[in-house]
């Protein structure tokens, strides 16, 4: 199949750049306010509509921060030793998931006792809403042409501008499909019914990380890094463990086990 070419930029204005990438962060932070306004009018979110408007501003800084010092840490720590500035860098791009995801955990938990909330609640309404950006976040790379996949002979192999003439996987379709759409669904089902605190966060984790441990296997991996453990595990394979556990955890255990605080 023949990359579709896409300029990555979408608006131009001369003074500025807007790209594909960052409109797709903006309509995935939209298109989950909207969805909390929808559960919100029909009783079953845990905060007010002023409250989540307030909520909205925290998942953002959460994401930006916690996307930077965690892609920082995660995948550029030499980097980051010799050059501790770097981190605010931000102009230059890079952002992992796995610290955005850290960084809304923790000011969720933070505003959740701010306006008296149990924060696994909380953060049970908020997970049906990330797929949402995590997909369309996806379909940002591809446009991108960035965080392609490894070789491959499959009839939609695509040779990606920056990857050279071999035909690769579009992993980043992939993505979207997995830990966008399918695990969306999966995710609004299961938090349709009134379920124990932190198990509907719980799934998100698990769904998340099978997802994307599954994807590693035909993603390329990062150039500098490559193989970070066994000859066959990625840094992003291998920060999915930790959350597949919690997840895990989340799912399966009795309430008596979580302190009431918490739950």
């Known amino acids: 199949m023949n990359y579709p070419v896409i300029d990555p930029v979408a608006l131009d204005f001369g003074f500025i750049k807007i790209h594909w990438y960052g409109?797709?962060?903006?309509?995935?932070?939209?298109?989950?306010?909207w969805l909390a306004l929808h559960r919100i009018a029909a009783g079953r979110f845990p905060i007010t509509k002023d409250q989540m408007s307030n909520f909205l501003s925290w998942i953002a800084i959460g994401v930006i921060v916690g996307g930077r010092t965690g892609y920082m840490v995660f995948y550029q720590t030499e980097r980051l030793m010799h050059d501790p500035l770097s981190i605010f860098y931000v102009w230059e791009g890079g952002m992992a998931f796995h610290g955005g995801l850290l960084g809304v955990i923790g000011l969720t938990w933070f505003y959740a006792n701010k306006v008296g909330v149990k924060p696994l609640v909380l953060g049970d309404a908020?997970?049906?809403?990330?797929?949402?950006?995590?997909?369309?976040?996806?379909?940002?790379?591809?446009?991108?042409?960035?965080?392609?996949?490894r070789p491959t002979d499959l009839p939609w192999g695509m040779a990606f501008p920056s990857a050279g003439p071999e035909l690769r996987h579009p992993s980043q379709l992939y993505e979207l499909l997995l830990e966008g759409l399918i695990l969306f669904i999966l995710v609004w089902w299961f938090s349709a019914k009134?379920?124990?605190?932190?198990?509907?966060?719980?799934?998100?984790?698990?769904?998340?990380?099978?997802?994307?441990?599954?994807?590693?296997?035909?993603?390329?991996?990062?150039?500098?890094?490559?193989?970070?453990?066994?000859?066959?595990?990625?840094?992003?394979?291998?920060?999915?463990?930790?959350?597949?556990?919690?997840?895990?955890?989340?799912?399966?255990?009795?309430?008596?086990?979580?302190?009431?605080?918490?739950?």
Do not use: C
Not at 126 to 145: D, K, Q, V
């Open 194 to 263: 009134s379920r124990q605190p932190g198990r509907v966060t719980g799934l998100f984790l698990v769904g998340y990380g099978v997802s994307r441990f599954m994807v590693e296997f035909v993603r390329e991996p990062d150039g500098h890094l490559g193989f970070v453990w066994l000859d066959w595990m990625t840094m992003g394979q291998l920060l999915t463990v930790p959350m597949m556990l919690v997840g895990l955890w989340l799912l399966l255990r009795r309430k008596e086990f979580l302190g009431e605080s918490l739950s």
């Open 126 to 149: 908020l997970a049906p809403m990330i797929p949402i950006g995590l997909g369309l976040g996806r379909l940002g790379n591809f446009i991108g042409a960035e965080l392609w996949g």
């Open 23 to 33: 409109l797709m962060y903006l309509f995935g932070f939209l298109f989950g306010y």
